[in-house]
C-alpha cells in the first residue's frame, strides 16, 4: 500500500513536470480559481529567487521549492487544498516526491534509461503528450463548433420515433412502501405487526375513495418516490426486487393490488401504463434525455469532421479484413514492394477505408425500489 502510495504521488508530479504546455485547455479554469483563492502559502513554480530556495539534494541533482509547487500543479484541487490546509500533508507530500527522485536516481544509476523497454514506455509517453497538446490546441475552437444549437425537444422526438421505442416490456407504477425493520437494532422502520396495521389503514382510506398517489405522500417511506405520488415511470420490472417485479407484470392497470412483501417491508401497489417492448414511449417520460441525445450527437458529428479534415492532411488507410465469405483483403507487408500506379488504382476501387469511430458516452439509469 504504501507502495503504491508513493508511486501514485509521485508520478503525478512527474507528470506535472514533463508537461508544461503555454496554455492549458478551458476545462482547467474552475481549479486556476480553486487555487487563486486559497492560502497565500501555496506559491507557482514562477516563485522569486530569494523563496526558490534548495531544500534537497539528491545524487547530483538539486531539488528546490519551485519543484514540489510544480508538482502540486499537477494535482486535484481538492488534493491542493489538502496539502494548504494540512502542513502534516505538505510534508508527507514533499518526503513522497524526495524518495520518488531517490528511486528515480538510482534507476539512472543502473543505465534503466537507456533500456529497449524504457525507450518504447517514454516514446509512448511522448506520443501521449504531444496529441494532448495538440487538443489543449485545438480545445476552444472544437468547443465552439460542439455548442448545442436550441432545438425543439417536440420536433426532434417526432422526427425521430426510432430512438424513442422501448427495448423490453416496460411499465409506469406507483406505490407506498411500508417499512419493516429488518431486525431489533434496526433504526429505520416498523415491526411486521405495526407494518400490517399501517396497511389496514391506508387501504381502508384507499376505499373511501383516496388516491394512491396523494397518499403516497403521507405514508410512503420511500425517499425516491415519496415526493412524486409513489411513481416510477417506464422500468424494465427485472430491474426491480422479484417481488415487486411480478407484482408490476401480473396486476392489472389502475388498480391497487393485495400488499406486497419485499425485502424492504410491505408494498401497496397500482400499475398506471404498460407499454410493450416496441412501444413508443411517451414524450413527457423522454423529454428530458432529448438535450443529452442531440449533445452526443452533435460532439460525434464535430469529432468525426475534425478527424476526417486530419485525414485529407495526412495519409490515412486501415485495412480491415473482408466479413463476408472467406474471402480476406490483402494487408499490405512492410516489406512489400511499391505497387505501381496502375495497381493502386485497383487496390482503391477494392478496399475499404474505415474511419475509427470515437463512441460516444452513454449513461445507463438503475431505478431502485427503497
Known amino acids: 500500500m504504501l507502495c503504491?502510495?508513493?508511486?501514485t504521488i509521485a508520478s503525478l508530479s512527474l507528470v506535472a513536470q514533463t508537461a508544461k504546455p503555454?496554455?492549458?485547455p478551458e476545462l482547467k479554469t474552475q481549479e486556476k480559481v480553486s487555487v487563486a483563492a486559497g492560502s497565500s502559502k501555496v506559491q507557482?513554480?514562477?516563485?522569486?529567487?530569494?523563496?526558490?530556495k534548495i531544500i534537497a539534494k539528491v545524487g547530483d541533482e538539486m531539488v528546490r521549492e519551485s519543484d514540489i509547487e510544480q508538482g502540486l500543479q499537477g494535482l486535484s484541487s481538492q488534493q491542493r487544498q489538502q496539502m494548504e490546509s494540512s502542513p502534516e500533508s505538505r510534508q508527507h507530500y514533499i518526503k513522497s516526491y524526495?524518495?520518488?527522485?531517490?528511486?528515480?536516481?538510482?534507476?539512472?544509476?543502473?543505465?534503466?534509461?537507456?533500456?529497449?523497454?524504457?525507450?518504447?514506455?517514454?516514446?509512448?509517453?511522448?506520443?501521449?503528450?504531444?496529441?494532448?497538446e495538440l487538443m489543449s490546441k485545438e480545445n476552444e475552437s472544437l468547443k465552439k463548433k460542439i455548442e448545442q444549437v436550441p432545438i425543439d425537444p417536440k420536433a426532434y422526438y417526432e422526427a425521430h420515433p426510432d430512438k424513442f421505442q422501448a427495448t423490453a416490456d416496460t411499465y409506469s407504477a406507483r406505490h407506498i412502501l411500508v417499512k419493516v425493520k429488518a431486525n431489533e437494532q434496526d433504526p429505520v422502520g416498523i415491526s411486521d405487526a405495526e407494518a400490517k396495521v399501517k396497511l389496514a389503514k391506508i387501504q381502508a382510506e384507499l376505499k373511501t375513495g383516496k388516491k394512491l398517489a396523494d397518499l403516497a405522500a403521507v405514508y410512503s417511506d420511500d425517499p425516491g418516490s415519496k415526493d412524486k405520488g409513489g411513481?416510477?415511470?417506464?422500468f424494465d420490472p427485472g430491474q426491480m426486487v422479484p417481488e415487486f417485479g411480478n407484482a408490476v407484470r401480473t396486476q392489472a392497470v389502475g388498480v391497487v393490488g393485495e400488499p406486497v412483501k419485499t425485502q424492504f417491508g410491505y408494498h401497496l401497489v397500482e400499475v398506471t401504463a404498460k407499454a410493450p417492448k416496441g412501444t413508443l414511449k411517451p414524450f413527457e417520460s423522454v423529454s428530458k434525455d432529448i438535450q443529452q441525445m442531440t449533445q452526443s450527437e452533435r460532439q460525434e458529428k464535430v469529432w468525426t469532421e475534425y478527424l476526417d479534415g486530419i485525414k485529407k492532411e495526412i495519409p490515412f488507410d486501415y485495412y480491415e479484413e473482408a466479413k463476408t465469405g472467406e474471402t480476406k483483403a490483402d494487408v499490405p507487408a512492410k516489406s512489400a514492394p511499391k505497387a505501381s500506379a496502375e495497381?493502386?488504382?485497383t487496390d482503391a476501387?477494392?478496399?475499404?477505408?474505415?474511419?475509427p469511430a470515437k463512441k460516444a458516452d452513454s449513461a445507463a439509469t438503475t431505478k431502485k425500489n427503497n
Open 44 to 52: 507557482t513554480p514562477a516563485a522569486s529567487a530569494t523563496e526558490n
Open 98 to 132: 524526495l524518495e520518488f527522485r531517490l528511486l528515480v536516481a538510482k534507476a539512472k544509476k543502473l543505465g534503466l534509461q537507456n533500456t529497449d523497454h524504457f525507450k518504447k514506455k517514454l516514446a509512448s509517453a511522448a506520443d501521449q503528450i504531444v496529441a494532448s
Open 343 to 345: 495497381s493502386k488504382k
Open 231 to 234: 411513481l416510477y415511470e417506464n
Open 4 to 7: 503504491a502510495t508513493l508511486f
Open 22 to 24: 503555454e496554455t492549458k
Open 349 to 355: 476501387s477494392t478496399k475499404k477505408t474505415a474511419a
